[in-house]
Each structure stands twice: as C-alpha cells, then as structure tokens.
C-alpha cells in the first residue's frame, strides 16, 4: 500500500467520525500526497500531518431568548486551522446540519482557498446548527448577540476575521458587528460582508457569484469555447446563486434553473433580470420557498436537484454534497460540457472522478469560488486604509484575481490535453502555504 494510503488510513481511524472532513481530505491528498512524497523540499517534515489538524478549535453554548421568553441553546464553534499566511479567515454558517465535521471541512478548504487568491489570508471556519428559518428579526438578533459575546473573546482584526456564509448574510453580520463594537468599544474590521455605509466592500455580496462565472469564463475560453447561449442549471437561490445568475444572463447565457432545499424550478424560456430580482426580494426580503416564482412564471417546480435537466453547464451553488456520482452520469448523458462548483464541496469524490475519467471541465470550489473571500480580503485592506474603492475598482480586481488563480490551476493541473483543475488548485494553494510554515519553523 502506498504510503499517502497509509497517511489517509492514519487520518480515517483518528477522525473517523467526521465524514466530510475526511472527504475533503481525501480528495486533497489525492493530488497533493503523490506531489510531497517525490519532493526533497517538502516529504522530510511531516507537513501533511501539521496541515491537516487545526491549530485551534473553539466550542461553545450559546444561550438566547426566543419572543416567548423561552430559555433556547445552541452550539457555537470557530475552527481556526492554519495561520501560515495571515489572519484565519473565512465565513460563519448557521444551519441546523452544522457540526464539528462540516467546519473542519469548510476550513480546511479555506486555507488553500484563501492562499491562492494571492491575499494575506490564513484559513477558519465556525458558525452553529442555530437554524434562522422561521425566526423573527429580533430573535436572531439575540442569538447573534450572544454568539458574538462568546466569539469576541476569540477574533480580532488581526487575528481571525469571520465573514458570512448558508444563513449568515448582511442583516447576521450587522448585529454581530454591532454587538463585537459593543462589547470591545473598538470600531475595527473584524468582519467581513458589512454594509457598504458602514465598512463593507461594493461588490462583496456579488463576490462568490460573479467570481464564479469569471473563472468558468476563463475556462471556457482556454478551451476555445463561448459561454454564449449556453444553457445553465444552477441549484440553490442564495447569495451565491443569484448573483451566478446574474452575471452569466449578462454574459449572454441562459439560466434555467434555480433552487432550494425544497426543491427546483424549471423555466426553459430562461431567468432574465426581471425575473432575478423578484428572486433577489424573495429570498432576502421576504424569506420565501423558490417553488413561488414557478407559481409568479407559470413554469414547473419539482422535487430534488436540477442534475436531470438538460443543459451545457451546471453550476451546483447550494450546499455540500448535492451533486452524486448518478447526476454526473445523468449530467454527462445529457452533454453537459462544464461544472463549476459554487457552493463548498458539492460534488461527492466519486462524482469528481466520473468527471476527471470523461475529461469534463470541472472547476472545483476551492478555486471557483474564492471571489467571496478574495472581496473579503479586499474589504479588509479597504479597513486598515480607511477608504471606499469604487465598484468597477473591485470588480476589476476580483476579475483579475480569477484569472491569476485559473492561471495557477493550468500551471499545476496540465497534462497533455487535460487540465485536472483540482489537481491544479491543490497544489497550488499547499506550496504557498507550506512554504509559509516552513519558514516560520516548528510552531
Ligand atoms: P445562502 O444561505 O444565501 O443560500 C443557500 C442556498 O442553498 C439556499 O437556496 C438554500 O435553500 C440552499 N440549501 C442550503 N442547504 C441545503 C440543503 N441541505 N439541500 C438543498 N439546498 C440547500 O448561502 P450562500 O449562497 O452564501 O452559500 C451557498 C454555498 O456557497 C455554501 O456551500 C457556501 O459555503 C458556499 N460559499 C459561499 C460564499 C459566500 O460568499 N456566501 C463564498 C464561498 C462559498 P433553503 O433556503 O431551502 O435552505
């Protein structure tokens, strides 16, 4: 058995209960194992090992007050793993899934994700299985609040800097930013997503989306293909997925599907800007079910993923494992050409094989959606100056940012006529960071 087999079987048996962890490790090791055993630099100093356990994980209660007066509690966690490059950065979830395993995974993403955008960011992830559906404004307020009481004893503007993620858009971050304030008397950019009057970046709530479609642009046209008229199925109808949307209608293509945890909608006339934005009100103003634009469109809603529906392009942009080894056999039937994951992890290991064997262009997260964090990073560095860049400044920025990180992917993904993105995007990311704890010796 090869020894990066041995390495995964030592991490399997210690972690064995965290499954998405491990899958993220998995499809880690696959690419960066085989890189590190045959490299002089890297194979001598148990770095593998180091990068795959969080420097620190933080768990705790936390306690709220529903509108009834009722005693509620949740748990609160914040996985700083690795801190090589710069601050811990990356989002806070809150859903009823969240456990330790899913932040693991999400951070552990985070950190290769973070160094290839070329910014001082190191990785982390937290949140809580605290579930905002259904609660009032002023309920949600009260649990950010006492999240927050317990968090600010952990993060800083230099040390850990969460932004949002599922459940955790503007309306989270200004209360937990109001209440960070309140408790350190310090006005300072310890979180990422505020609202443009007081702090925040143009085009970060656009970020993860229209990131997303310029790194499937670029690949694209490296494969002398056009977006144009290509038909899209998008699944999820959040932040992530709306402005995907957004940016690919501009880009001449035709979206026809958007979902939710409920289910899809199908509308083979395509989503256009109109349509979008009652989407847009929907899902952030009035918190509603996607199956009611099929109801505003007159087109169908079904039950499950969009995976069956004929198209081009699919762009999974909801949650982890949402895409299987059955849809990508059903995607690759239908001549699907293009996968850009969206949301973190969407795609299971065996469906990212399917792909890899049928040399599918296939743009994993850690690559495809690092806009959301590379704005972050640029709002950030807006912070420390004290200034506002105009929107077509930071646009052009994170424009030029997927670029560079596609860029990275070919360098180290390229084998003959194939670019193995995940490969590329792996090893990519491991050298910045493992050069970075290299030199800051054993710590
Ligand atoms: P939102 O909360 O805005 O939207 C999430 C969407 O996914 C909703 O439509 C939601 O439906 C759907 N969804 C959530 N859980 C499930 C599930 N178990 N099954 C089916 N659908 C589900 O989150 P974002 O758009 O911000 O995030 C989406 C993904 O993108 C996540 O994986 C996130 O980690 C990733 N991501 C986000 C970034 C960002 O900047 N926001 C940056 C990089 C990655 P419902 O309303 O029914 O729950």
């Given at each position: 058995m090869s020894s990066s087999k041995n390495f995964l079987i030592k991490v399997q048996n210690k972690h064995s209960h965290e499954s998405e962890f491990l899958q993220a490790v998995e499809e880690f090791l696959d690419s960066v194992a085989p890189f590190v055993l045959v490299s002089d630099k890297y194979k001598s100093r148990n770095l593998l090992e180091k990068?795959?356990?969080?420097?620190?994980?933080?768990?705790?209660?936390?306690?709220?007050?529903?509108?009834?007066?009722?005693?509620?509690?949740?748990?609160?966690?914040?996985?700083?793993f690795n801190s090589a490059i710069g601050p811990y950065k990356g989002g806070l979830r809150f859903h009823p899934s969240v456990n330790l395993s899913i932040l693991k995974f999400l951070g552990f993403e985070q950190i290769f994700k973070n160094a290839l955008t070329g910014l001082p960011m190191g990785g982390g992830k937290g949140g809580s299985d605290f579930d905002p559906k259904g609660k009032s404004d002023n309920e949600v307020m009260r649990f950010c609040q006492s999240f927050m009481l317990e968090l600010s004893k952990h993060i800083g503007s230099n040390t850990d800097v969460p932004a949002g993620d599922i459940g955790v858009?503007?309306?989270?971050?200004?209360?937990?930013?109001?209440?960070?304030?309140?408790?350190?008397?310090?006005?300072?950019?310890?979180?990422?997503?505020?609202?443009?009057?007081?702090?925040?970046?143009?085009?970060?709530?656009?970020?993860?989306?229209?990131?997303?479609?310029?790194?499937?642009?670029?690949?694209?046209?490296?494969?002398?293909?056009?977006?144009?008229?290509?038909k899209i199925a998008i699944s999820g109808s959040g932040n992530v997925a709306q402005f995907a949307c957004q940016k690919a209608i501009e880009l001449g293509a035709k979206v026809v599907s958007l979902s939710d945890s409920s289910g899809y909608i199908y509308d083979p006339l395509g989503i256009d800007d109109a349509k979008l934005k009652y989407v847009i009100d929907l899902k952030t103003i009035r918190r509603g079910r996607i199956s009611e634009y099929a109801d505003q469109f007159n087109c169908e809603f079904f039950e499950g993923t969009p995976w069956g529906l004929d198209c081009d392009i699919a762009l999974p942009c909801a949650t982890q494992n949402e895409l299987n080894e059955h849809d990508a056999k059903k995607l690759i039937q239908n001549n699907c050409i293009a996968i850009a994951e969206g949301a973190n992890m969407p795609c299971t290991n065996e469906a990212i094989s399917i792909f890899n064997s049928n040399k599918i262009l296939f743009a994993p997260g850690k690559a495809s959606n690092a806009g959301g964090v590379a704005v972050s990073g640029l709002e950030m560095s807006q912070n420390s100056l004290r200034m506002n860049w105009s929107k077509e400044e930071v646009d052009t920025k994170l424009s030029n940012i997927m670029k560079n990180i596609h860029?990275?992917?070919?360098?180290?993904?390229?084998?003959?006529?194939?670019?193995?993105?995940?490969?590329?995007?792996?090893?990519?990311?491991?050298?910045?960071?493992?050069?970075?704890?290299?030199?800051q010796g054993a710590v």
């Open positions: 990068i795959v356990e969080p420097e620190r994980v933080i768990i705790f209660r936390v306690p709220w007050l529903d509108d009834n007066g009722d005693e509620k509690i949740n748990i609160g966690y914040r996985v700083q858009g503007a309306r989270e971050i200004g209360y937990m930013f109001g209440q960070y304030k309140r408790i350190k008397n310090n006005f300072t950019g310890v979180l990422t997503g505020k609202s443009f009057n007081w702090g925040g970046s143009l085009i970060r709530p656009e970020a993860t989306g229209y990131g997303l479609v310029y790194f499937l642009n670029e690949m694209l046209s490296f494969h002398d293909i056009s977006m144009k008229n290509k860029r990275l992917c070919v360098e180290h993904g390229k084998s003959n006529d194939y670019v193995d993105y995940v490969k590329g995007a792996n090893i990519a990311g491991f050298i910045k960071v493992a050069d970075a704890m290299i030199d």
